[in-house]
Nanobody
Framework: VQLQASGGGLVQAGGSLRLSCAAS????????MGWFRQAPGKEREFVAF????????ATADSVKGRFTMSRDNANDSVYPQMNSLKPEDTAVYYC????????????????WGQGTQVTVSS
């Protein structure tokens, strides 16, 4: 499956962004979708996932209560909504796919998008 992430940009602290990840090439509804991020000089870290049906989601403690995940299987897309953004949320955000169930472990994802830059100014 090919993944295309978009929606990143520059936003002031306290603002919101809605990212998207569009999939093509395989049956999207079979995949759980994860989001990870990597800031300069830091390791890639888990942000959130949503399972194949949308019935199960999980978010990292660092974004809990601020980020939510949704998906539209009819349009082969997943949407992380990021609210109350902080400067420490600045990173390249990557979407990833694996079959059926989400995972907190990036190594368990089989497909990756190219990343989209999110910059939060203070």
């Amino acid at each position: 499956v090919q993944l295309q992430a978009s929606g990143g940009g520059l936003v002031q602290a306290g603002g919101s962004l809605r990212l998207s990840c569009a999939a093509s090439g395989r049956t999207f509804s079979s995949f759980a979708m994860g989001w990870f991020r990597q800031a300069p000089g830091k390791e890639r870290e888990f942000v959130a996932f949503i399972n194949w049906s949308g019935g199960t989601t999980a978010t990292a403690d660092s974004v809990k209560g601020r980020f939510t995940m949704s998906r539209d299987n009819a349009n082969d897309s997943v949407y992380p909504q990021m609210n109350s953004l902080k400067p420490e949320d600045t990173a390249v955000y990557y979407c990833a796919a694996r079959y059926f169930s989400g995972s907190y472990d990036a190594d368990e994802y089989d497909y990756w998008g190219q990343g989209t830059q999110v910059t939060v100014s203070s």
